[in-house]
């Protein structure tokens, strides 16, 4: 079974891989796809920006395989390849069961704190480790021993929330690793392309390198003839049998010497190409995090007379992967009394609870 076609399932199963170490790790890292690898950002909030600071760092319910987890110490990691010196913050950390998913954290602090909330470290000046070793990933060595465990349970259906105060702070820099952007798995697969006798093969392809839900999504069909009129259809299988027709399907048999259907064209979209020969297709993905890790599996077509008795020529399959954004935000404001703060989906700090 591919379970990358199952979107609900893919967060959750990599939660439950890390699941499996319990026993002897007692640890959780959030989120679990940036366990052994750097994220892709860093920030300097809250340690890092030498004023009062209020944060809010939000982690979905799907992160945590779907069991409640006790923790009593916060861990963080510097970015990669950096080092942190020791500074001294003015810090009170509090943490609750957010009644918002993810995607609805708002830019109000008290809309996303829940009704458990607690004060799990009280107001105290905490010195900060000297960090970083200059690896990639750095170890998780910036360690904040709590006064109060605090438990969240997924089944809530809302969100965990860290929200860090920060009174005052040492001027130094103490930039954090963050989830953020990624580059997304993708490439052709299946039999060659086609196209007509002495011009070029059919292609098909995603411009969009970075596929992330809520965003567009811009897949093009090229080297079609100018003006010709293209399709880009969606499927869900690589092989198999689809309404009794095997896939991959050799066109050859009925007309198209050198074509095949690679896909089950479940859901087609036509363009007219364009003077280069090129269609293209801009959609948008649902603001869904459970998107991430879905594989979108697309196939270009071309009406082309002239190529061959069907009229049609097809490109190579080409998949690509919703890579992000990861299920987490953070909101943030560069003072501890606004009650409002700037709202970032999708980016927050690697952390590791213990």
Not at 74 to 90: C, L, N, P, S
Not at 244 to 268: E, K, M, N, Q
Request: include cysteine.
């Amino acid at each position: 079974m591919d379970i990358t076609r199952n979107p609900r399932l893919v967060h959750s199963v990599l939660a439950g891989l890390v699941f499996t170490g319990l026993a002897s790790s007692q640890s959780l890292d959030l989120p679990p796809s940036h366990a052994s690898i750097s994220g892709s950002g860093s920030t300097n909030v809250p340690f890092g920006r030498s004023i009062p600071t209020r944060a809010q760092f939000v982690y979905d319910a799907s992160l945590f395989g779907g069991q409640p987890w006790t923790f009593g110490t916060i861990e963080f990691r510097v970015q990669e390849t950096m080092t942190a010196g020791a500074k001294g913050v003015d810090l009170e950390i509090l943490a609750s069961t957010s009644p918002n998913s993810v995607i609805a954290t708002q830019h109000s602090f008290a809309a996303n704190r829940g009704a458990d909330e607690t004060t799990v470290f009280s107001r105290k000046v905490l010195t900060l480790p000297a960090a970083g070793t200059g690896a990639d990933p750095n170890p998780f060595d910036v360690t904040i021993p709590l006064d109060t465990p605090f438990t969240f349970d997924p089944s809530s259906g809302g969100s965990l929330v860290l929200e860090f105060v920060v009174y005052g702070q040492q001027p130094f820099a103490y930039t954090l690793d963050t989830a953020f952007v990624c580059d997304s798995p993708r490439g052709g697969y299946g039999p060659a392309g086609c196209g007509p006798v002495g011009g070029p093969t059919l292609k098909a392809d995603s411009l969009t390198t970075q596929v992330t839900w809520g965003n567009a999504l811009n897949l093009r069909v090229y080297d079609a003839t100018p003006g010709a009129t293209t399709a880009i259809s969606f499927g869900y299988i690589e092989s198999g049998t689809w309404n009794g027709i095997p896939i991959p399907f050799d066109l050859s048999v009925i007309g198209a010497t050198g074509c095949s259907l690679s896909i089950d064209a479940r859901y087609t979209f036509g363009q007219v190409a364009d003077a280069t020969g090129t269609g293209q297709l801009t959609m948008f993905l649902p603001s869904q995090p459970n998107l991430v890790g879905q594989w979108i599996r697309f196939q270009g077509f071309s009406l082309d007379p002239g190529a061959n008795a069907l009229g049609v020529t097809t490109s190579q399959a080409y998949k690509v992967q919703v890579c992000g954004w990861e299920p987490v935000a953070r909101v943030y404001s560069n003072n501890t009394t606004s009650a409002t703060g700037l709202r970032e989906i999708g980016t927050a700090p690697v952390v590791r609870l213990r």
